[in-house]
Every structure is written in structure tokens, then in C-alpha cells.
């Protein structure tokens, strides 16, 4: 159980360790012995700011462990993701970031080997409730893949393809969600004059801020993005940072990036993981600039990973 939310003036926010934990967190030097203890499959607490409890969580992640199979790959996760900023994964390959990601809309329920414990709130409701419409749930959240991923059709269907599977027949109505979606994602004035051409002609960065249009067309909750700019040239990952700033506030997105670089650009706060454990997560810049373990200090500054 996390400590209460309203105790401001603490600099960590921890639950009660199992009584198997290994504490390191203010052990001088102990970011190779806290590595290792988690390596060999010792339960260490996380180190969680009071800062990430400011803000009201959109996204409350509580106790929630993943296996595939005999193998477990997410450990006792809790953390909340606040409402209205951008929040960071970050972490070595293979440290379950994309894991949690896909489990916040449930994807990894196509894999027939998944077993979970633990829960999600989505704005105070249960994600993996027994009684929850995995596809109601779906539509209350966008997802932004690593490689874009846009339909073979026009970019005028591609936008509006969420409303489409609603039902909305309206032209009128249609019109006025791919407009304010291609605003939204930085693209209007760059295909107002194409939207019945394929979405395929458009270059990959348009193409994935298609599809981060046709994300925000149904007015998502959450927003998540699994590494976006992964495939594309510095000049369209400059455009997609950029609308990533221009879309905090109005939406939560909860990003996964292996560049340490755009994390500390576009995010509000960073939550570290490393082998499906949550290390450290606080504010982007108490993390980027005066983190509380040497791991993460470590980590961010390329010592590994």
C-alpha cells in the first residue's frame, strides 16, 4: 500500500517492504548490489517521489504482476500516472516497459499464456474487472504503435475510422473530428488538400502523426505511445516531440522511450524499470538531475544499459 497521497513534505514515497525485500535505498554505492539483488530475484522497493502525487492520477497501477507462461515479467508494479502530463518508461531493453504499456489496454490478453495479479483504474475503473468490455475499454484509449500503422485507405477514413466503428454516419460530424484531429496532430495544413488520397503517400513521420490523429479522435482518456519516433529521421522525431508538448494538458499520455534524451524533453515525470521492476519514478527533472539512487544516475547517464 502506498503512503497517503497529501504527505508533501516527504522526499520518498514507498510501501511497506516484504519481508524478504532488500533495502538499498540509502546504502553509499549501492547501485551494483540493488542490480544484482534484483538479478537474483530479491523484492527491492521502489523509490517513488511526492512529487508524481500532485496532480490527480488518470492511471492507477496497483500491485500488478504479469507472467507469460512459468516466466514472470512484470513485478508488483504501483504507481499512478497523473492526469494531463506526459509520463516516461524508461529503461534497458527487455525491462518490461512495452509490457506494462500493452497491459494498460490489455493487448498482451491475445497471448493465450498471460496469467495477471493485481489490478489497473482507469479513472476509477477496474481495467481487468471480470465484468469489463475489453472493447468499451479500448475505445476509451489511444495507442500509438512503434512502427506507424496507418489503414489502406484515404487519410480522411483513416482519421475518422474510430467514429466509423461507433457508428456515426453524420458527413457533418465527420468532417469536424478529422479536421480538429489533423490539427491536433500538427498534419492539417499539410494534407487538407489530400484527404481522399491513401494514407500510404504520406512520408513516415506524416504517417505516424496520422496515426496519432486518428488516435485523438475519439477523445481518449489516455494516450499511449510505444516508442513513436523509433523509425523515423531527426527532422519528423523534432514534429512528433514537438506535438507531444502541444497535446500535454489536454491529454495523459503515457510514452515508452529508449532515448534518454526525449524523455527528458517531452515528460513530465519518469518512472525507471529494470527486469520488470519499477526502480525509481519521480518528476522528469528530480530524475534527470538529482535522482535518489546511484542505479538511476547510472542508467540516465550511460553507465549501462
Not at 547501485?31 to 488518470?58: C, K, Q, T, Y
Not at 517531452?266 to 538531475?289: C, K, N
Request: aromatic share 6%; net charge negative; glycine share 8%.
Amino acid at each position: 500500500m502506498r503512503e497517503k497521497r497529501d504527505m508533501e513534505t516527504q522526499s520518498i514515497v514507498t510501501r511497506p517492504s516484504p519481508p524478504d525485500a532488500v533495502d538499498l535505498r540509502r546504502r553509499p554505492g549501492s547501485g551494483e548490489n540493488r542490480l544484482a539483488a534484483i538479478a537474483a530475484g530479491a523484492a527491492v522497493p521502489a523509490d517513488i517521489h511526492a512529487g508524481v502525487f500532485a496532480s490527480p492520477a488518470v492511471l492507477d497501477i496497483e500491485n500488478f504482476n504479469l507472467w507469460y507462461g512459468q516466466k514472470q515479467a512484470l513485478f508488483d508494479l504501483t504507481l499512478p500516472i497523473p492526469r494531463g502530463k506526459v509520463t516516461a518508461l524508461i529503461g534497458p531493453s527487455g525491462c518490461g516497459k512495452s509490457t506494462l504499456l500493452r497491459s494498460v489496454n490489455r493487448l498482451n490478453d491475445l497471448i493465450d499464456s498471460v496469467r495477471i495479479e493485481g489490478d489497473m483504474r482507469l479513472n476509477g475503473d477496474s481495467i481487468y474487472g471480470r465484468s469489463v468490455d475489453v472493447i468499451e475499454l479500448r475505445r476509451r484509449m489511444g495507442m500509438v504503435f512503434q512502427k506507424s500503422n496507418p489503414f489502406p485507405m484515404s487519410i480522411f477514413e483513416n482519421v475518422v475510422y474510430p467514429l466509423r466503428i461507433d457508428g456515426e454516419r453524420n458527413r457533418n460530424v465527420l468532417q469536424e473530428v478529422c479536421e480538429r484531429s489533423l490539427r491536433g496532430a500538427a498534419l492539417w495544413d499539410e494534407v487538407r488538400d489530400r484527404l481522399g488520397e491513401s494514407a500510404l503517400g504520406l512520408s513516415g513521420g506524416q504517417q505516424q502523426r496520422l496515426c496519432i490523429a486518428r488516435a485523438i479522435a475519439a477523445e481518449p482518456e489516455v494516450l499511449l505511445m510505444d516508442e513513436p519516433c523509433s523509425a523515423l529521421d531527426p527532422i519528423a522525431t523534432a514534429k512528433i516531440e514537438e506535438l507531444i508538448a502541444a497535446l500535454r494538458g489536454e491529454y495523459s499520455i503515457l510514452i515508452v522511450t529508449h532515448n534518454m534524451q526525449q524523455a527528458s524533453r517531452v515528460s513530465d515525470d519518469t518512472a525507471f524499470m529494470y527486469l520488470g521492476r519499477l526502480i525509481e519514478y519521480g518528476p522528469t527533472v528530480e530524475i534527470f538531475t538529482r535522482p535518489h539512487l546511484r542505479e538511476t544516475e547510472d542508467y540516465i547517464t550511460g553507465r549501462f544499459g
